[in-house]
């Protein structure tokens, strides 16, 4: 929890994003995630000053455990002194403890922000899917909660000024903002219309406009004219060299098939996981993943 102090912004952790997103699609399956299609809503995880503090705490913690489906899970919310924002004890179940920063207790709107995290921790505690190391599990437990409609929460806790900062999670908001404009295009919703931060309203902009450049890289058609000219030259020395390989700088590979045409690989723009095609011009390919359909000119 970023409280006052410096708030890191960017895509540091952007390829550990992707990755995470592949692994939901891997463990979930696509009809599974298709069922998180509405996000929780700002009402259902509202906090009024006037609520009683344990009471509120109590009831926006059975909501998350409703919207993420675990419904023999109980979670007791307390609070104390700590530096970071919120801890769970990840037991066996049914009942899970959850200690959230004392201040909380005067910055109750975000409550739902730190136990939409928190929830997400045992979601993927019983799914059994984690990531090795602490950094990169937490990075899995944000684009979790963000893919599967909590993570909003946690990008309108973010709030920056000349005199004071707070940013919940250990994504940067630019890359809330882009698994945020992941989502929107996957169920065609607006999360914009919910923030209450302007900061977070123009982290969202800036993430959406990164997702959409992954919409936008060849051999998809929607590639710019500047993509499609590097990936048709990259092609021509693919063809005549007979080489395979890829490069740091595009997204796409050319692997030799010797029983048939060039093939090119490229990550998928929904899921991330690669898609392998023959090149041999206009082709439409289906991920098998997350079953997007995708225009691709090889």
């Avoid at 045992?122 to 893919?147: C, K, M, Q, W």
């Avoid at 692997?255 to 048939?260: K, S």
Wanted: glycine share 6%; hydrophobic share 35%.
């Amino acid at each position: 929890m970023a409280n006052g102090g410096p708030v890191e912004h960017g895509f540091p952790h952007l390829q550990t994003v992707r990755e995470a997103v592949t692994a939901l699609y891997k463990r979930l399956s696509y009809d599974t995630i298709q069922t998180f299609s509405v996000s929780v809503a700002p009402a259902d995880v509202a906090f009024c000053d006037t609520d009683d503090l344990y009471l509120g705490a109590q009831r926006v913690a059975r909501e998350l455990v409703r919207h993420y489906r675990l419904p023999d899970a109980r979670l007791i919310v307390s609070f104390r002194e700590m530096t970071h924002a919120a801890n769970v004890e990840l037991a066996a179940g049914p009942e899970y403890f959850v200690e959230l920063n004392d201040r909380f207790r005067t910055h109750r709107r975000d409550i739902g922000a730190a136990l939409a995290h928190e929830v997400m921790h045992v979601y993927l505690h019983r799914l059994g899917l984690s990531f090795p190391g602490t950094r990169d599990n937490e990075i899995l437990t944000d684009t979790a909660a963000t893919y599967l409609g909590a993570g909003w929460l946690l990008l309108d806790a973010y709030r920056e000024d000349s005199a004071s900062s707070q940013k919940l999670g250990y994504l940067t908001p630019e890359e809330f903002g882009y698994v945020l404009a992941k989502r929107a295009v996957l169920f065609g919703e607006d999360p914009s219309v919910w923030f209450t931060s302007p900061q977070a309203y123009s982290a969202y902009v800036r993430g959406r406009a990164r997702a959409r450049r992954d919409e936008e890289q060849p051999p998809l058609t929607a590639a710019g004219w500047a993509g499609r000219r590097r990936y048709a030259r990259d092609r021509r020395h693919a063809q005549d060299r007979h080489e395979s390989g890829a490069r740091a700088d595009v997204s796409y590979s050319f692997t030799p098939d010797a029983r048939g045409p060039l093939r090119v690989s490229f990550p998928c723009p929904t899921c991330h996981q690669r898609i392998r095609v023959p090149v041999r011009g206009r082709v439409r390919a289906r991920c098998g993943l997350c079953r997007t359909v995708l225009e691709c000119d090889t």
